[in-house]
């Protein structure tokens, strides 16, 4: 079983004095708790150096240091639908990561929040996409729009925004594919999904939030960039958080691109997902 950051972490003070053999360590502990080289390197070095500085040579003191070091490249953010108005959240993901499953929980965050929300069942070549999500809307209560499979994803988004319109406004959940081998395809497909969405929200009320799994360490960072590169990204929402890695993926994500981390996942259930708070994944993952 993989150990967790904040394990290595606490070991790391049992059997070591602070010398330059305990930061050499640490690197190795940031990138096996799922941080780049790259970035685990530059942590180290500035802790290091801050350290030397403050003359920090006990655990809560370099704890302390490391945690506020860590806390600079997190932030969390928060999507408040505008009442009204054609607000479209747009989930985006590889294959595998949860995101069907990560849609349902958010239309139900948010249909709990009062919102009149729709999904929309906009990966129409993954066999049994719509039907997965068809069976989350029945369980929810939450409208579904699909088309049948095959058919144009960006049809479907067309039509939920006028469907959500003609009743007054609300916010549209489009689940969108995520075949990340057949990546030319899926980009054209999903700058097709994004224009009409664009189109069809009103103003500001157009998000796109990226769905990565927690325990894939920097894949992650490959799939921020991709989507990003293809269509932009606004937020991340992480799943399976209730993992043992606690993975160092938000913090490279939020170095190299700057984006917010909107929800994590915690469990299985349509109501394990919260709204991210910086402060506590920091104090998780350092344990």
Do not use: W
Request: glycine share 8%; net charge negative.
């Amino acid at each position: 079983m993989k150990i967790s950051f904040a394990q290595r972490f606490k070991n790391l003070f049992s059997s070591k004095k602070i010398d330059d053999e305990f930061f050499d360590d640490l690197t190795d502990a940031l990138v096996e708790g799922d941080m780049g080289a790259k970035m685990a390197y530059e942590i180290t070095e500035k802790l290091q150096k801050i350290c030397r500085e403050k003359k920090i040579y006990e655990e809560a003191g370099i704890k302390n240091e490391l945690k506020a070091l860590l806390l600079s490249f997190v932030k969390s953010c928060e999507f408040v639908p505008e009442k009204g108005k054609v607000n479209i959240y747009m989930m985006l993901g590889v294959n595998g990561v949860g995101k069907t499953t990560t849609a349902a929980k958010v239309a139900n965050l948010y249909k709990k929040q009062g919102e009149n929300v729709i999904l929309a069942a906009s990966d129409t070549f993954r066999a049994a996409a719509e039907e997965q999500l068809e069976m989350h809307g029945e369980r929810l209560s939450i409208r579904v729009i699909s088309h049948q499979h095959g058919s144009d994803p960006s049809a479907v988004v067309f039509d939920a925004a006028e469907s959500c319109r003609a009743n007054g406004g609300g916010l549209i959940i489009a689940d969108t594919a995520g075949r990340l081998h057949n990546k030319e395809n899926l980009v054209r497909e999903l700058q097709k999904i994004d224009r009409i969405a664009a189109q069809k929200a009103d103003e500001g009320c157009f998000k796109k939030i990226l769905v990565i799994d927690g325990t894939t360490g920097q894949n992650a960072l490959r799939q921020a960039e991709v989507f990003g590169e293809s269509v932009g990204v606004d937020a991340i929402v992480i799943t399976k958080y209730d993992s043992t890695a606690r993975g160092g993926c938000a913090f490279s994500i939020g170095k190299e691109f700057g984006i917010p981390v909107l929800f994590v996942c915690t469990g299985e259930k349509y109501e394990n997902i919260e709204p991210f708070n910086a402060e506590k994944y920091v104090e998780e993952f350092l344990g």
